[in-house]
């Protein structure tokens, strides 16, 4: 985080396509690489995330798929300088 607090974060990677075929658009409502989806899932996780003083972020990994960051900031008594 900018200042200087370390951070939990967890990472996930899908082995689906939608980064090769939605690009940066990834993180915009309504937004779906699939038949049956209403393309919220990314949008209200970065809202909330954020809203919390986190970063959502998206590597583009290839053919294998694509891999996603989450970083939370800590608080109170359990914050430590990087």
């Known amino acids: 985080m900018a200042d200087g ?3 939990p974060y967890c990472w ?3 082995r689906g396509q939608g980064w090769r075929r ?3 658009r990834i993180f915009e409502p309504f937004i779906t ?3 049956d989806g209403m393309g919220l899932g990314l949008a209200i996780s970065r809202t909330l ?3 919390n003083g986190g970063t959502l ?3 583009k990994t290839g053919p294998q798929g694509t891999t996603f960051e989450v970083a939370l900031p800590l608080s109170g008594a359990h914050a430590y300088n990087s």
Do not use: Y
């Open 5 to 7: 607090i370390r951070a």
């Open 33 to 35: 690489t699939k038949t």
């Open 57 to 59: 972020r998206v590597m």
């Open 22 to 24: 939605i690009g940066e």
């Open 12 to 14: 996930w990677k899908t």
């Open 49 to 51: 995330i954020e809203a």
